[in-house]
């Protein structure tokens, strides 16, 4: 697979359909074809497609998704782009530095890449989900883009880097977002129960370790080492608990 076939543009909650049209063409012009739309205030609808011109195609093939979750389930990798920079939840990089990354390095599978609504972007929450963050560098008086412009400025630099590497990459296969999101559902139950991490007060511990292994991006087996790791501490619990009498 290709690094631009790999590629997933990701809408949250767009408002005007008419950047939804003006997205599809943005990629279509660098070779992007895969578009999913979460929550799109009106879609489909004739002002997205007066402006996707000649990448209809795309809006015919796009897949509306009533979550987020949804749209990232079959992602190995997920990206987010901001117009601000947040200092927690993620390694922030230049559309140039991320896809000069992703083409010469060692990755495998499904690249979701996030874009939020025209107003207020991505929530935390959304923004969490992915393990990289990608800035446009703008002005320092107004950073905020188009949707459809951040759209295009990405997808020129994915094509070009795409191009610079063309040859097929030996990789392993990170798993899955929705692995992934049971992964750190079970992590977060074995802490709170070893009372390392107090839900009182988590502070920002999660997100942390989030961000430690989206760094990572274990592929099944070493995901299969991490999950048996956390069964065998939940089991020498249950057998301390028993050893010491009800
Ligand atoms: N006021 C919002 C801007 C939303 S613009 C905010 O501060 O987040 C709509 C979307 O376009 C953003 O969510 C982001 O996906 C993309 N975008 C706009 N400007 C960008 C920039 N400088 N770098 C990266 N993405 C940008």
């Keep these: 697979m290709t690094l631009l076939s790999r590629i997933r543009v990701v809408l949250v909650g767009t408002q005007h359909p008419g950047n939804i049209g003006a997205a599809a063409r943005a990629m279509k012009t660098m070779g992007l074809r895969e ?15 007066a402006m996707a011109v000649g990448a209809a195609d795309l809006l015919a093939q796009a897949r509306v998704c009533a ?33 000069q990354r992703l083409a010469t390095g060692d990755n495998a599978g499904r690249i979701a890449l996030l874009f939020g609504r025209e107003r207020t972007g991505l929530t935390n929450q959304e923004i969490e989900r992915a393990q990289e963050l990608v800035a446009i560098p703008t002005a320092q008086d107004y950073t905020s883009l188009n949707l459809a412009a951040a759209v295009q400025i990405v997808g020129y630099e994915l094509l070009l880097a795409a191009g610079a590497s063309a040859q097929e990459l030996p990789a392993h296969e990170p798993v899955g977002h929705a692995d992934l999101e ?3 559902v079970h992590l977060e139950q074995v802490l709170i129960r070893t009372r390392f991490l107090d839900p009182a007060n988590p502070r920002l ?11 990572a991006a274990p592929d099944a087996n070493e995901m299969n080492i991490l999950r048996g790791i956390l069964t065998s501490v939940t089991d020498a619990l249950a057998r301390e608990r028993g050893a010491g009498g009800a």
């Design 205 to 215: 511990l999660m997100r942390r370790l989030r961000r430690l292994f989206g760094r």
């Design 67 to 99: 979550s987020l979750d949804e749209a990232l389930a079959d992602c190995a990798f997920v990206a987010a782009t901001t117009a601000r920079p947040r200092h927690i939840s993620a390694l922030s990089y230049t559309p140039r530095d991320w896809a």
């Design 182 to 184: 049971r992964f750190y």
């Design 35 to 49: 578009l999913a739309l979460v929550a799109p205030a009106a879609f489909p609808d004739p002002r997205a497609e």
